[in-house]
T-cell receptor, first 111, second 111 residues
Framework: DGGITQSPKYLFRKEGQNVTLSCEQNLNHDAMYWYRQDPGQGLRLIYYSQIVNDFQKGDIAEGYSVSREKKESFPLTVTSAQKNPTAFYLC??????????FGPGTRLLVL | QKEVEQNSGPLSVPEGAIASLNCTYSDRVSQSFFWYRQYSGKSPELIMSIYSNGDKEDGRFTAQLNKASQYVSLLIRDSQPSDSATYLCAVPGDSNYQLIWGAGTKLIIKP
């Protein structure tokens, strides 16, 4: 089955800790995205990547980092510099100017 | 910076009635528009995309686009309790790969 997978479903972070969220797609899409969603809010773009080994900051990139070493994978690291990381994190992929498809999401909570 | 605006709601509609959701956007040159549905705790899923003025119908859903007035609407006929969700509107950003998202309208269908 083609689709986007994210893991883990829930992630707990201790203060000062870096954590990495996984996103994998087998849709052969060039572009991948990371969004953050806070309760009752819309989607805010963290980072996006149009091709392998290239990525751009979105509206709220501070405290986050990404890599795009393979077309299928776009992991997001939430660093200790992100002081308010509790949110629902969504990964998406698309072809240019076409529909974005979403993974099931990762809910990050701070201990 | 393009902007997309939606009434946050909640919009309460009786079961069997027509639900009407609206979205306005700031950029006159936008060519494509997307409606996504997001159930509580889940990721967004595409309902409809529309690219030209007029109506596009898919089952109980109709998207209406008016480029001159810069709004796009989504009508849901014969509303069902399972339609209760948040509906997100999106338009392309300055990059070929980006979407600009509205904050979403929460729809509640009352049995």
């Amino acid at each position: 089955d083609g689709g986007i997978t994210q893991s883990p479903k829930y992630l707990f972070r201790k203060e000062g800790q870096n954590v990495t969220l996984s996103c994998e797609q087998n849709l052969n899409h060039d572009a991948m995205y990371w969004y953050r969603q806070d309760p009752g809010q819309g989607l805010r773009l963290i980072y996006y990547s149009q091709i392998v080994n290239d990525f751009q900051k979105g509206d709220i990139a501070e405290g986050y980092s990404v890599s795009r070493e393979k077309k299928e994978s776009f992991p997001l690291t939430v660093t200790s510099a992100q002081k308010n990381p509790t949110a629902f994190y969504l990964c998406a992929s698309s072809r240019a100017q076409e529909t974005q498809y979403f993974g099931p999401g990762t809910r990050l909570l701070v201990l | 910076q393009k902007e997309v605006e939606q009434n946050s709601g909640p919009l309460s509609v009786p079961e069997g009635a027509i639900a009407s959701l609206n979205c306005t956007y700031s950029d006159r040159v936008s060519q494509s528009f997307f409606w996504y549905r997001q159930y509580s705790g889940k990721s967004p899923e595409l309902i409809m995309s529309i690219y030209s003025n007029g109506d596009k119908e898919d089952g109980r859903f109709t998207a209406q686009l008016n480029k001159a007035s810069q709004y796009v609407s989504l009508l849901i006929r014969d509303s069902q309790p399972s339609d209760s969700a948040t509906y997100l509107c999106a338009v392309p950003g300055d990059s070929n790969y980006q979407l600009i998202w509205g904050a979403g309208t929460k729809l509640i269908i009352k049995p």
